[in-house]
């Protein structure tokens, strides 16, 4: 069976590092967790190793989280790929174009840990621990 | 947090991957990296290769694994190696530390946005104690509110068992109290060795209580309890409560004036109500007041300023064909002065005498013996056929005679003093003239400017009907009641 994969891009280590962290008990579900560190990164990676889910930063050097989610889901065919904006960009229009590229859901930063867990449970069916 | 191990560092995707492998492929492409229990995660163990050695890499006093290699090349493997767990296990906890910052903020938000919704002090005091409880360990909670009335503490919300620690957690806590008292948070880590638990029964190892401040009043407390012996509450735990309480008392006291405006709001209701029936009642009073007067043109006009007047007036004939007339005036304003109306013209329906000075005599020695507080104006007029009137006055404004004022002799209004006489005049109502008793309401109406309606004019407005009087009086600027009674000879009997 095709392991799950989740896809954290972000150009910022540390907020790469908190998102890691917050994810990593999925491993124990037998999720890999791969980053990228820039908008071209994201591609590449994407192309690759088709992930499930996509934890993908809007401001980026190279190409931003905008144009990537548009490539996704308009150019590449993989409009399954489940992409969440996570940024700091909290603007009704950053929203809306959010929307209008295809993106799944629109999340602010500082992230809620216990609700990005939740989504990611969610989007890749996995039960809530202990449930 | 998952811990740090040597497979995590020697992941592709971890950021020490490449350093390491850099290392490796330098120091001596021999060295091999197993873990703790000795499985292979970096290179293939030689056995029996002489001048190998096993280091071990360390990390906070624990072993991790082994580099395994040539001496020189295995210690500065693990070396690096155990230096890196380091970083990594630094950079995990303050990660750690950030997650669970994140995790406050959007906790308390949410909080924030749960205490917005409810106007109601115990769901607010159990959205906070279950948010407190997510984020600060605890076997046991309470919130106790401050009763508005009694001022008493009250349990609100609870949760653990809280009545079995109800010494700790309930009303009577000594925690509780000194809490309240000082204004300030509390940590108790210990509380079996504090002196105000001495003698009462309680399995909390520790304790940590927030007073719910509402500017500069308390409403209650908040307090989480944890029967493990080894919990040990932090000063972040009482400034997370603490921004809890802070919340929690702004969204009580919200709640305790939306509840009190809500009760004035039912009570106001209830009394417009009240007001309403007693003006229903007060107008059919004084429409059964006036009876018909064969031989005489009665006109009466009665303008409360509200639901209901302390004005009254009282038209009855007499036997012998003359007719009395009451107008008065009752001190106090609503239901009360209502009631009193009410009473007088059940007096003056019940009252067998047709002579003035004895009407107002009776009705005064009524109103004494009824204990009323307050006092009544009031005049009185009997009027024959023939014009020929007697006239009494009781404190109350002087009735007019075809624009004159008349005379009348000075008395105490009545319900003051028992026993009062009240001496009369006579005159006699010519077949032109007109007998006007009106109340103080006309006289007194004012001004927007303030400028009050006085005497002066009162000549020529009492030349008027009685509804041009009251109507003027209250374009005026009506302040009071205004009642307004014309009587004069019908002009049938003129002829």
């Known amino acids: ?131 | 947090m998952a811990p740090v191990t040597l497979k995590s560092l020697l992941r592709p995707a971890s950021s020490s991957a490449a350093v390491i492998n850099t290392l490796l492929m330098a120091v001596h492409p021999g060295v091999c990296i197993v873990d703790s229990q000795g499985k292979p995660l970096q290179g293939k163990p030689v056995e029996g290769l002489s001048g190998d050695v096993r280091v071990p890499i360390d990390l906070e006093g624990a072993s991790l694994g082994y580099a395994i290699g040539p001496a020189e090349s295995a210690r500065a493997a693990a070396s690096v190696l155990a230096h890196l767990a380091a970083r990594e296990s630094e950079g995990r906890a303050l990660a750690a530390e950030v997650l669970h910052l994140y995790r406050e903020v959007h906790l308390i938000e949410q909080l924030s946005e749960q205490l917005a919704a409810v106007l109601n002090s115990s769901a607010v005091a159990e959205s906070a104690l279950g948010q407190a409880q997510r984020l600060i360990a605890a076997t046991h909670g309470s919130v106790l509110i401050l009763a508005r009335d009694s001022g008493e503490l009250e349990p609100a919300a609870a949760f653990g068992d809280a009545a079995q620690e109800a010494d700790l957690l309930g009303p009577g806590s000594p925690f509780a109290a000194s809490v309240l008292e000082r204004s300030m948070g509390e940590i108790v880590n210990n509380c079996a060795e504090d002196p105000r638990a001495l003698g009462l029964a309680c399995s909390l190892h520790a304790l940590i209580c927030a007073p719910l401040r509402a500017g500069q009043r308390n409403v209650g407390l908040i307090a989480l309890g944890s029967s493990h012996s080894n919990m040990s509450y932090t000063a972040g735990d009482l400034k997370l409560l603490n921004t809890i309480a802070l919340q929690a008392a702004a969204a009580i006291e919200n709640a305790m004036l939306c509840a009190e405006m809500v009760e004035t709001a039912r009570e106001r209701a209830a009394y417009a109500a009240e007001l309403q029936a007693a003006s229903t009642v007060q107008q059919l009073l004084l429409q059964s007041a006036w009876q018909a007067t064969p031989g005489f043109e009665v006109n009466s006009v009665y303008m409360p300023a509200s639901e209901v007047g302390g004005d009254f007036f009282f038209i009855a004939p007499t036997p012998d064909g003359s007719i009395t007339a009451v107008v008065g005036d009752v001190s106090g304003k609503g239901l009360t002065a209502a009631m009193r109306v009410a009473m007088i013209l059940g007096a003056l329906r019940r009252e067998t005498s047709s002579d003035p000075s004895d009407i107002l005599a009776g009705l005064n020695n009524v109103l004494i013996a009824q204990g009323q507080l307050g006092f009544t104006t009031a005049c009185c007029v009997r009027i024959a056929l023939s014009g020929d009137y007697k006239l009494a006055n009781a404190g109350h404004v002087s009735p007019y005679l075809s624009g004159c004022e008349v005379s009348t002799l000075p008395a105490l209004p009545l319900g003051l003093v028992p026993d009062q006489t009240y001496d009369s005049v006579e005159g006699n109502l010519s077949p032109s003239a007109c007998l006007v008793l009106l109340s103080d309401g006309v006289l007194e109406a004012r001004a927007p400017d303030g400028e009050l309606y006085g005497f002066e004019r009162l000549p020529a407005l009492t030349l008027l009907s009685a509804q041009q009087i009251a109507d003027t009086a209250q374009r005026f600027g009506q302040e009071d009641d205004i009642t307004v009674v014309t009587l004069r000879l019908a002009r049938a009997m003129q002829m």
């Open chain 1, 1 to 131: 069976m095709k392991p799950m994969k989740i896809l954290i891009v972000d150009d910022e280590a540390h907020l790469r590092t908190l998102i890691q962290q917050t994810l990593e008990e999925l491993e124990d579900d037998g999720v890999e967790i791969l980053t990228a560190t820039n908008g071209e990164e994201a591609l590449e990676t994407i192309r690759a190793e088709e992930p499930n889910l996509v934890f993908l930063d809007v401001m980026m050097p190279k190409k931003n989280g905008f144009d990537v989610c548009h490539a996704v889901k308009n150019e590449l065919g993989m409009s399954h790929i489940h992409i969440i904006l996570l940024t700091a960009k909290g603007q009704e229009f950053d929203r809306q174009r959010g929307h209008e590229v295809g993106a799944d859901l629109y999340m602010t930063k500082p992230f809620d840990p216990d609700a990005l867990i939740a989504k990611a449970r969610s989007v890749l069916g996995l039960p809530a621990p202990g449930a």
